[in-house]
């Protein structure tokens, strides 16, 4: 059920940036309109792990940042590097 409400909220945020719109997700993604429309709505409670996989490539490419952050984050704890890995 994670997965499912993430996926629908990875495509949520992605429009939510304005960078994409649904058709635009489709055509980068090769993901059917209608199947991210059916995810983004609930209506798709099964979305596959390669769309899935497609989404979150494009999510992360668009919010770098955020990404890049938590990555730092991690490592910060547990391996107390001395400067950020990943520079904005």
Do not use: C, Q, W
Not at 4 to 13: A, G, P, S
Not at 69 to 85: D, G, Q
């Amino acid at each position: 059920m994670l997965n499912i409400n993430l996926t629908r909220e990875v495509i949520k945020d992605i429009l939510s940036t304005e960078e994409y719109s649904l058709l635009g997700i489709a055509t980068h993604t090769h993901i059917p309109e209608e199947v991210l429309s059916d995810i983004a709505s609930g209506m798709n409670k099964n979305p596959t792990f390669e769309v899935s996989r497609k989404l979150f490539e494009l999510h992360m490419t668009i919010r770098r940042d955020v990404y890049h952050n938590m990555v730092n984050k991690i490592l910060s704890e547990h391996l107390e590097p001395t400067e950020p890995l990943f520079d904005k």
